[in-house]
C-alpha cells in the first residue's frame, strides 16, 4: 500500500514541476521526438535534407512541402528578437476523469515534447507591435483542446482586454481532447465567450489556421479571428473528409477542406506562405494601429514606445496555478 502511495506523489511532481520548454530550446537534433539525423527525408518529394539547411528555410522543402513546426519554432518564425515572455507556462491538467492511462501518456508526452500541454501561450512584439499570442503544437496529444488549452486561452483574452492589445491564434488541433470528456467541449464556449468581450471592447483578433485545424477548435475560435490567414495546403474542416465522406455517402470534390478551398468558399480570408507569415502579421497590425486610435494608450505615441509601456505590467501571471 505504502508502495502505491509514494508511486503516486512522484508523479504529481514529475506531472507539473518536470518538464521547463526554455530549458529545451536547444537544436533541432537534441529534440528526442524529431528525426535524430542531420538529414531528413521529404514525405511529399522524396528529397533528402540537411536538417539545418530545413530549419533555415522554415522548415519548407524546395518542391514546396510545409514540415510541421513545433510552437516554440514558430514564435521564432514570427515574434521579434528576445520580446516573447511566457504565461502560465506551467499549468497542467488534473485528469478531471481519471482516464485510463492519461496521466502516464501525459508525462510520456510531455517529456518527449518538452511542452506542459499542447499550447504556448505569451506576450511579445511582431514588428515592433505589442500583442498577445498563442500557438498550438500538434506534437502534443494531436494539439487536442482540454482544459489547459481552454484557460491559457481564456486567460490570454482577458489579459489583452485588460491591456487593450490584440491577439494572435494560431491554430493546430485534432479537436477536442477525448481523455477529459465534457470538460474539453466546455471549452470551446468558455474561450469564445473571452473572445467575444475581446472583439466588444473593440481588439482585433487574428487566426492563423495550420495542418490541421479541425474538431472543437475550428468549431470554436479558430473560426471567430476578425482576420482569418491559412498556411498553403493545411488541412481545416471541423470532421475529417473521411469521415464525411462515410457519413454522406458521397465522394466530396477535390481539395475538400484544404486553405484553398476554404479561401474560394469564404472562410479564410487570406492565404499568407510560412516565409511571409512575419511581414504580413505586421502590416495588418501596423494597419489597425494606425486606423484605430484605441490601441494607443496615447493616440499620439508611436509603436515602439507602447511595447515599454506595455512590459512594465506583465507579472500580474500566476505561473503554477491550476485550471
Ligand atoms: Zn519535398
Known sequence: MNKNLFRTKKYATSKIYRSRPQDRLGPEEEKPNVPQGIMTKCPACGNIIYTK???????????????????????????????????????????????????????????????????????????????YIGVMDAAFFMGSMGTVIGEKLTRLFERATKEKLPVIIFTASGGARMQEGIFSLMQMAKVSGAASRHSEAGLLYITVLTDPTTGGVTASFAMLGDIILAEPGALIGFAGPRVIEQTIGQKLPEGFQRSEFLLEHGFVDMIVTRDKMRETLGALLKLHYKENPRYFANPADKPSNIIEENTENTNDNSETDKP
Request: glycine residues 8%; proline residues 3%; hydrophobic residues 35%.
Open 53 to 131: 539547411l530545413l530549419l533555415k528555410n522554415m522548415k519548407i522543402c524546395e518542391c514546396g512541402y510545409y514540415f510541421k513546426v513545433s510552437a516554440y519554432e514558430r514564435l521564432a518564425m514570427v515574434m521579434d528578437e528576445d520580446t516573447f515572455v511566457e504565461t502560465d507556462q506551467q499549468l497542467t491538467t488534473r485528469d478531471p476523469l481519471n482516464f485510463p492511462g492519461y496521466a502516464d501518456k501525459l508525462v510520456k508526452t510531455q517529456n518527449a515534447t518538452g511542452l506542459v500541454d499542447g499550447l504556448v501561450t505569451g506576450k511579445g512584439s511582431i514588428c515592433g507591435i505589442t500583442v
